[in-house]
């Protein structure tokens, strides 16, 4: 065949995109499984920073404070009522619910002991100005104050948005605050640019007024949101 000629063009790259094609897929499969290792390690991590642990932490440091710290990933429901139980240092119930599942009801909730005191963390889900963001809750035995909060998002403005994420100054803000009012019916935790309440609120950050909006209503959500898990946080 011509190498000037048009059908040898034509079928040369037809070759060449489908030996690439088939080189990229076999990457891919090959990195998959470290890939998801790694993702489960960040998802872990984001949960352990919730529960004030140390940000610098090693991975093997994260994963044998994990076994120390979790003491089941249980599924429970709007109820309240555990619909699956997880495991000690779980990662096979809970753990693998994501956003869409929390909106179709179905909660995941980590039971944890820190300092030999029961803490519960909950997973949010909202959006902030430029895209998703998520945070994880960490409530202290009383159910009722927050011991501790992690969160992150996907696209926030850098110095802005994005210090919702960024400041671990800012996260600390939330530590003590309440989550109810006297009825303990509905999440009164927010950010605002004004407080009126110190006990539940947390100022917002300069400039990011409407993914602070977004951290709220991760809150007040009754899918996706803390709101969800009302009735769980007011069982005995």
């Not at 940000?55 to 009522?81: F, H, P, Q, Y």
């Not at 991760?218 to 803390?226: D, I, N, P, S, T």
Request: charged letters at 20%; glycine letters at 8%; a neutral charge.
């Amino acid at each position: 065949m011509k190498t000037n000629s048009n059908s040898y063009t034509i079928i040369y790259s037809v070759i060449l995109v489908v030996v690439v094609a088939f080189l990229l897929a076999f990457v891919s499969q090959t990195l998959k499984p470290a890939q998801d290792v790694n993702v489960q390690l960040d998802h872990q991590k984001q949960i352990l920073f919730a529960l004030n642990q140390d940000r610098n932490m090693t991975n093997e440091e994260a994963l044998k404070l994990w076994d120390e710290i979790v003491i089941a990933d249980d599924i429970i429901d709007a109820s309240g009522k555990v619909v699956q139980a997880g495991d000690k240092s779980g990662v096979k119930a809970g753990f693998l619910l994501n956003s869409k599942d929390a909106k179709a009801g179905k909660l995941a909730l980590f039971r944890c002991k820190v300092d030999g005191k029961e803490k519960y963390v909950i997973p949010t889900y909202g959006n902030g100005l430029w895209g998703p963001i998520n945070g994880f809750i960490a409530i202290n035995e009383d159910k009722s104050t927050i011991f501790g909060v992690y969160f992150n998002h996907e696209s926030e403005t850098a110095g802005l948005g994005a210090e919702i994420k960024d400041s671990k100054a800012w996260q600390d803000l939330f530590k003590g605050k309440q989550l109810f009012g006297a009825d303990r019916k509905q999440i009164i935790l927010s950010v605002a640019k004004k407080i009126e309440n110190p006990q539940s609120q947390v100022d917002c950050v300069s400039g990011a007024t409407l993914t602070c909006n977004g951290v709220t209503d991760m809150f007040r959500l009754e899918k996706g949101g803390l709101q969800a898990y009302v009735n769980f946080l007011n069982q005995k």
